[in-house]
Structures are given as C-alpha cells and as structure tokens.
Nanobody, 125 residues
C-alpha cells in the first residue's frame, strides 16, 4: 500500500524558509514520478515541483523557480522541498504526490494517483 506522510509545515514570515519532508512507503522512487503540489483556499491545485520517473529530471512551477528546491533520499524513501524567500502567496496546503505514470510539465499536472494528507504552510506579510 502506497503511503505518503508530509511534515515540516508551519508559520513563517515573508522571506523566511521551511523544509518539507515526505516519508514514503509501499513503493520505491525509482518506479514512480514524485513531487509536491499545493492548494490555497479558493484556488486550483498547483504542481509546485516534480521529479520525472523516466530520467530524474526536476521541474518547477514558474512561481517557485529559483526559490524552491526538490530533492530525494532514495535510501530513506523520503522526498524533500526546500523553500526559501517565502512569500504570502506561497501560503497553501502542500501535498506530496506519487504516480506510476510519468509526468510532463509539473505545473499542469492533475492530482496524482497518490498523495498525502498535506501540511499547512502559512507565510505572514
């Protein structure tokens, strides 16, 4: 059974940093595309950053390029999202996702087949 558990969210001031973690079980990263998604109240979900299954390519949404970094520790089956220079518009629930199918452009993705319960990130002005 695929399980994803996010942690690391919280309240931070504008310009601050957070590191999200996603502990995965029931699959290995080599066999799945994995990534981070977010959804703010009243807004559509947004693909934030993803790692493609086929070639390990890392993709970022335009709104987070240069500020966020995705990484994985395959030995620990853990996915990370380092978020720097946070802005109020980054406020959202962040979800870790995984999919057997490979992915295209991260920002355009629908919800993946598997996702965690989410972790709240709030950036104060």
């Amino acid at each position: 059974e695929v399980q994803l558990v996010e942690s690391g969210g919280g309240l931070v001031q504008t310009g601050g940093s957070l590191r999200l973690s996603c502990a995965a079980s029931g699959f290995t990263f080599d066999d799945y595309a994995v990534g981070w998604f977010r959804q703010a109240p009243g807004k559509e979900r947004e693909g934030v950053s993803c790692i493609r299954k086929s070639n390990g390519r890392k993709d970022y949404g335009d709104s987070v390029k240069g500020r966020f970094t995705i990484s994985s520790d395959n030995a620990k089956n853990t996915l990370y999202l380092e978020m720097n220079n946070l802005k109020p518009e980054d406020t959202a629930v962040y979800f870790c996702g995984a999919d057997r199918r490979d992915w295209g452009v991260c920002a355009d993705l629908p919800w993946p087949d598997y996702r965690g319960q989410g972790t709240q990130v709030t950036v104060s002005p």
